[in-house]
């Protein structure tokens, strides 16, 4: 009587594993020596279905069918499974997990903003608690206090200012600057009030438009805007520059 007695020089195997219930493959090391019911057993871990519900099937390494693995008392070195070779497991229960992968699926919590007030354990209750930020009613008093007196401020100086007066202009951090008054008052591109101005040198912005929206009037460069409190009336006739000299 001949016996066939295959060798195996590595006792353990790398396969790649996927699953009905899963969108991702992973890898897992076996012994060839354990059986088709451990290995299911093990696998509860990795895909989290019973054994009881697992169908397992084998494909080569180029994912080609190969067979089914359902002879749970057969060891795992029994069947042509090689390093990188496949095993699919089934879901007989019908699971899919899947669907908790696709948040659209998911079921959206909503709570409305009267009910979200009510509640002691959000972070609007805990920031209320500790009075931070905007749930800090004094603080928040003062500060449209504060910026109600700005706009105050802002309003009178720019009621002393009138177009076509002549002007210095003295920004923090910036050099002075002579011009003309081209325009007072409010603006669309940031709030409060602005003096819109021709400076006598090319040391402005634009030409009086600003996103778009015209103010005044001049050569580009020349223009610019900055807050009444930095404008200071006078007569501050306009230098030469010995445009004229040859």
Same mark, same amino acid.
């Given at each position: 009587?001949n016996?066939?007695v295959?060798?195996?020089t590595?006792p353990f195997?790398?396969v ?11 890898k ?56 990188e ?8 229960s ?17 709570l409305?903003?009267d ?24 603080e ?20 002393a200012?009138s177009?076509?007066?002549?002007c ?16 007072? %008052? !409010?603006? &669309?591109? /940031? +709030?409060g009030?602005?003096?819109?101005? #021709? @400076? ?5 912005k634009? =030409? %009086? !438009?600003? &996103?778009? /929206? +015209? ?5 580009? #460069? @020349?223009?610019g805007?900055?807050?009444?409190? =930095? ?14 000299e040859?």
């Open positions: 009587m016996n066939e295959t060798v195996v590595c195997v790398d790649r594993l996927t699953s009905t219930i899963s969108t991702f493959e992973v897992r090391r076996f012994n060839r020596g354990i059986t088709i019911a451990d290995l299911k057993g093990k696998l509860e871990m990795v895909v989290g279905t019973s054994p009881s519900s697992m169908d397992l099937e084998l494909f080569s390494v180029s994912d080609k069918f190969m067979q089914k693995m359902d002879d749970n008392e057969a060891l795992l070195g029994s069947y042509p499974v090689d390093d070779c496949r095993i699919h497991v089934s879901d007989k019908g699971g899919q997990m899947d669907n908790f992968a696709d948040v659209s699926q998911v079921e959206k919590f909503a409305s903003d009910a979200y007030s009510k509640r002691s354990d959000s972070a609007r209750s805990f920031m209320k608690s500790l009075r931070v930020g905007q749930y800090n009613e004094e928040m008093a003062k500060k449209k206090a504060e910026l109600s007196a700005r706009r105050e401020e802002e309003k009178a100086a720019a009621d200012i177009v076509g007066n002549r210095k202009v003295q920004v923090p951090g910036q050099p002075t600057k002579l011009g003309t008054v081209m325009y007072v %008052g !409010t603006a &669309d591109f /940031k +709030q009030y602005w003096v819109g101005l #021709k @400076y006598d040198e090319p040391m402005g634009h =030409n %009086g !438009t600003v &996103d778009g /929206k +015209q103010y005044f009037e001049c050569e580009d #460069k @020349y223009g805007f900055v807050k009444p409190q =930095n404008v200071l009336v006078g007569d501050f006739p306009e230098e030469d520059y010995g445009l004229d040859m």
